[in-house]
């Protein structure tokens, strides 16, 4: 995930947990057909390693062939399926060990920081991104923003802050968001998953122009 202008925001979609890639495939592809989408998150819910793999085998090439990276949350799993990269949550052993496994040439980001020398010990290890706020974590909208604009200010590493709502997309991008997160605001839209997408692009697209 390569640093991108400041006028020049993406999406980073999460998706929810998967249990059946077949049963997703439709789903999966009718999101990546609809916005600017730089990077996804592959939340896999397996009963073992074969059927994890099985899932990131099935949905990953979708994501690629369009030139988006796929990510899933283990370096093991990331090696055995070629995916793009991890993204692992919090500071620490697991997050050594997966810039040690992936980099370079893969991509390892980091999320789940409670705080501004988390997320520092995050960027000084060497991560390709930091994420703000998550689907796991229950974080105030403010504080998420707060997070993303002093991070933005002060470091050039890209940094993702997620958007629990769509109507946060516009305003963390206007706050120094590289990319903006998206997963439960898109996947449980009543209007479904694309045209909640292609609202999310256009607040994008909106929220850095020049003010007239």
């Given at each position: 995930m390569s640093p991108i202008s400041e006028d020049?925001?993406?999406l980073y979609?999460?998706?929810p947990l998967i249990a059946d890639a077949s049963a997703f495939v439709a789903a999966f592809e009718t999101a990546l057909?609809?916005?600017?989408?730089a990077c996804v998150f592959l939340q896999v819910k397996a009963?073992?390693?074969d059927g994890a793999q099985t899932i990131v085998r099935r949905l990953a090439p979708i994501a690629q062939r369009r030139g988006i990276a796929c990510l899933v949350s283990d370096p093991q799993l990331a090696a055995d399926t070629d995916a793009d990269g991890v993204h692992i949550d919090g500071v620490g052993?697991?997050?050594?060990?997966a810039l040690a496994?992936?980099?370079?040439?893969?991509?390892?980001?980091a999320g789940g920081l409670k705080t501004r020398d988390e997320a520092m010990q995050a960027g000084e290890a060497g991560v390709d991104y930091l994420m703000f706020g998550g689907p796991a974590e229950q974080q105030a909208f403010a504080n998420v923003r707060e997070r993303v604009a002093w991070w933005a200010e002060i470091f050039s590493l890209p940094c993702v802050g997620?958007?629990?709502r769509l109507q946060d997309v516009a305003e963390l991008a206007r706050a120094g968001a590289d990319f903006v997160a998206l997963c439960e605001a898109v996947w449980e839209d009543p209007r479904g998953v694309a045209a909640a997408l292609e609202a999310a692009e256009r607040m994008l697209?909106?929220?850095r122009e020049p003010a007239a």
């Amino acid at each position: 995930m390569s640093p991108i202008s400041e006028d020049a925001p993406r999406l980073y979609l999460i998706t929810p947990l998967i249990a059946d890639a077949s049963a997703f495939v439709a789903a999966f592809e009718t999101a990546l057909g609809a916005g600017d989408i730089a990077c996804v998150f592959l939340q896999v819910k397996a009963a073992d390693p074969d059927g994890a793999q099985t899932i990131v085998r099935r949905l990953a090439p979708i994501a690629q062939r369009r030139g988006i990276a796929c990510l899933v949350s283990d370096p093991q799993l990331a090696a055995d399926t070629d995916a793009d990269g991890v993204h692992i949550d919090g500071v620490g052993a697991r997050l050594e060990a997966a810039l040690a496994a992936m980099q370079p040439g893969r991509i390892v980001g980091a999320g789940g920081l409670k705080t501004r020398d988390e997320a520092m010990q995050a960027g000084e290890a060497g991560v390709d991104y930091l994420m703000f706020g998550g689907p796991a974590e229950q974080q105030a909208f403010a504080n998420v923003r707060e997070r993303v604009a002093w991070w933005a200010e002060i470091f050039s590493l890209p940094c993702v802050g997620y958007a629990q709502r769509l109507q946060d997309v516009a305003e963390l991008a206007r706050a120094g968001a590289d990319f903006v997160a998206l997963c439960e605001a898109v996947w449980e839209d009543p209007r479904g998953v694309a045209a909640a997408l292609e609202a999310a692009e256009r607040m994008l697209a909106g929220a850095r122009e020049p003010a007239a």
